[in-house]
């Protein structure tokens, strides 16, 4: 509760120096966004300080738009929500009306099995159910090999192997890429 508080402390002070600065000085914007993010990443206070003393009243007074703010645990859910939404898995009838967001658990759904998994051991368990997917499936085929002629040529046999293989590995790419971007 503390952590989810000063969180939304820092993010209510972030968007008010972006509204300030938007609103009365916005070509130096992008300086103090460069300020604000890197230097002074988790010290607001000081940056504030830095400001009062830059601008007097007018910073120290400034009220912003009412803005909603929301955790990084909101946002992550709502980032889970529009993947699941964006890769068909969630309809968009299941979001909450007003664009609210859908409660979840931040954790993704793996796309050979479906179970779900924290973002950061996500793609480790699609790498070894893909694996064991892989062998099963080869194990399915070799059953139901018949002896007639294939119906593709060897070429294109060894064509559609390499297609899958690639497929697999852009699956296994965009799941990486999933984890690595939510942490």
Not at 97 to 116: A, H
Not at 118 to 140: G, M, Q, V, W, Y
Not at 148 to 172: G, H, P, R
Request: proline share 3%.
């Amino acid at each position: 509760m503390k952590r989810e508080r000063i969180e939304k402390n820092r993010v209510a002070f972030r968007l008010k120096v972006e509204a300030f600065y938007l609103e009365f000085f916005p070509e130096k914007w992008e300086g103090a966004r460069d300020l604000l993010f890197i230097k002074y990443g988790t010290r607001e206070k000081e940056f504030n300080e830095l400001l009062i003393d830059r601008y007097g009243d007018k910073f120290k007074n400034f009220k912003p738009p009412a803005k909603a703010v929301k955790t990084a645990a909101q946002i992550q859910a709502d980032r889970v929500r529009k993947y699941e939404m964006f890769n068909g898995k969630l309809e968009s009838t299941d979001a909450n009306v007003e664009g609210g967001s859908v409660p979840s658990d931040g954790r993704g759904s793996c796309n050979s099995c479906g179970r779900k998994f924290t973002p950061n051991r996500l793609a480790h368990h699609e790498d070894i159910c893909f694996k064991a997917k892989s062998k099963t499936n080869a194990k399915e085929t070799e059953v139901d090999v018949v002896d007639e002629e294939s119906v593709y040529s060897d070429q294109e046999n060894a064509e559609i192997e390499q297609l899958e293989a690639q497929l697999k590995q852009l699956k296994l790419l965009k799941a990486r890429k999933v984890a690595a971007n939510s942490q």
